[in-house]
């Protein structure tokens, strides 16, 4: 199935209408009110939307969840800000993006951290080991953890091709403006250059940045092939992007039956959302040959990954510790 035709499906189902605007509470509901930086056609909208259905249909409307898209609540930093502050009750953001409050979260979204497809399901569906992460990051802030979606591959789109990192010497990346993401720069042999995902199109446009990386539905959705003919698939990272609840809603507001319906209800839509991507990605990544982007296969992914590897040795390994530990175990 197309992701068209899949969005279609997902919309009747869920019975709203992907235009970006939040589910309608009902009048006896709480309401929780989070969002997204990305737009309402993507499938992170979609599993949040399913997410929102399932939680509002098993607590008979007693809870009703509300999706902002397209950083109508702010950029991903204002978003993990407003969720820690309780400003706003939950957002979804790039996993990473806990990182600088909990250093072990790095390791969830840097270069060639996840080693396959199928370690990434082992760490996102293992819930011992997300509860266990959930409470370190409740130690250190007012959020818990509610799972991970998995986004799809990230690689590279620049003005001019790459196909191992000497061809990107000099090139400004546009990156997230999370730390780890200065491994994945040097991974493709760029130069960071961290901007907020809503000003990267013109950014790129007017070349103050030369490249920018994601998914093929990033590419897509967000019309970065307009102004990047290159695409080059470094898969340098197998991108989780995390779920983040405000941890005083969470245990203090809902009653015991409520947090597991979310919770569950959470792993059930990020399982669905799992399991349809594979297809999406591709056809995503077949819709950006046919709009006249060159995908590049290079060599070799080994450059890319013994550059990421010298980084995270040096600089994050050491201090992620026994986390590290436990979350390479799960490579297996």
């Avoid at 293992?126 to 409740?138: A, D, G, I, K, V």
């Avoid at 993401?181 to 760029?190: I, Q, R, S, T």
């Avoid at 197998?238 to 969470?250: P, R």
């Amino acid at each position: 199935m197309s992701w068209r035709g899949f969005a279609r499906c997902a919309a009747v189902g869920l019975g709203v209408l992907l235009t970006g605007m939040p589910v309608a509470p009902s009048e006896a509901g709480m309401v929780l009110k989070g969002g997204h930086t990305g737009t309402p056609k993507n499938m992170m909208h979609l599993a949040l939307l399913k997410w929102s259905d399932l939680v509002k249909d098993r607590t008979g409307g007693g809870i009703v969840i509300e999706v902002y898209p397209s950083e109508q609540l702010g950029n991903e930093r204002t978003l993990i800000e407003n969720t820690n502050l309780g400003t706003i009750d939950w957002c979804i953001s790039g996993s990473g993006g806990a990182a600088r409050f909990v250093p072990a979260y790095g390791m969830f979204e840097n270069a060639y951290t996840f080693q396959t497809l199928k370690h990434f399901e082992n760490v996102a569906f293992n819930r011992p080991f997300m509860q266990q992460m959930s409470r370190l990051l409740e130690q250190k802030t007012n959020m818990a953890l509610l799972g991970f979606q998995w986004l799809g591959n990230r690689s590279l789109l620049s003005k001019s091709p790459v196909q191992k990192p000497e061809d990107a010497k000099g090139m400004k990346l546009r990156v997230p403006d999370v730390p780890t993401y200065k491994v994945v720069a040097y991974a493709v042999g760029a130069i960071a250059s961290p901007l907020p995902f809503g000003e990267t199109y013109m950014a790129l446009k007017q070349g103050v940045v030369d490249a920018v990386e994601g998914t093929p539905e990033n590419m897509i959705n967000m019309k970065f092939f307009e102004a990047a003919k290159n695409y080059t698939l470094t898969n340098h990272m197998i991108q989780a992007s995390a779920l983040y609840i405000n941890k005083n809603l969470l245990h203090n507001k809902l009653n015991k039956d409520q947090q597991k319906v979310v919770l569950d209800s959470a792993y059930e839509a990020w399982r669905w959302f799992f399991d349809q991507n594979d297809a999406v990605q591709k056809d995503f990544l077949k819709k950006l040959g046919e709009v006249g982007v060159n995908v590049i296969t290079p060599p070799s992914l080994e450059p890319f990954q013994t550059r990421a590897l010298e980084e995270l040795k040096a600089k994050y390994i050491p201090e992620w510790g026994k986390y590290w530990d436990e979350f390479a175990a799960l490579a297996k």
